[in-house]
């Protein structure tokens, strides 16, 4: 199967989860304000590792409940995806975005480090 393809299931599936995870009651998940970040297909399309980033609650909980939901994803995402399988779900929470915020304060820190020890520099020379 060409990757492009594969990349279209992956959009499209990422795409659909956003909107079922909308649907979803279990209060674990409607809590949490998911975000799906990504979704990884493998080439034989029987599994399916889904990257979420989520704001309130805690992992293991919300984990639990994808887990619990996911015969009722899987059966929301075969209604909606015309595929000839419907991959078998795995949740992974997605580390990138709070990776992303700490190298981003990191650099904030070093550039007002940077401008503090110019500002003092030119203190000194002024004197």
């Known amino acids: 199967m060409p990757g492009y393809r594969r990349a279209r299931i992956n959009d499209a599936m990422q795409a659909e989860l956003s ?3 909308r649907e979803v009651k279990d209060p674990r998940i409607k809590e949490a304000f998911l975000t799906v970040t990504a979704c ?3 080439p034989d399309l029987k599994f399916a590792k889904i990257y979420f ?4 609650g805690e992992e293991k909980e919300i984990v639990r409940g994808l887990r619990a939901a996911s015969p009722y994803i899987r059966r929301r995402l075969a209604e909606s ?3 000839r399988m419907t991959p078998e779900l795995t ?3 997605d580390e990138s975005l709070a990776h992303g915020a700490k190298i981003a304060t990191l650099l904030n ?3 007002r480090k940077a401008k ?3 500002a003092n520099h030119a203190e000194s020379d002024a004197e």
């Open 19 to 21: 909107t079922i995870f």
């Open 40 to 42: 990884d297909v493998t």
């Open 53 to 56: 980033s989520h704001i309130h």
């Open 81 to 83: 995806l015309n595929l």
């Open 91 to 93: 949740f992974i929470r």
């Open 109 to 111: 820190q070093i550039e």
């Open 116 to 118: 503090e020890k110019e």
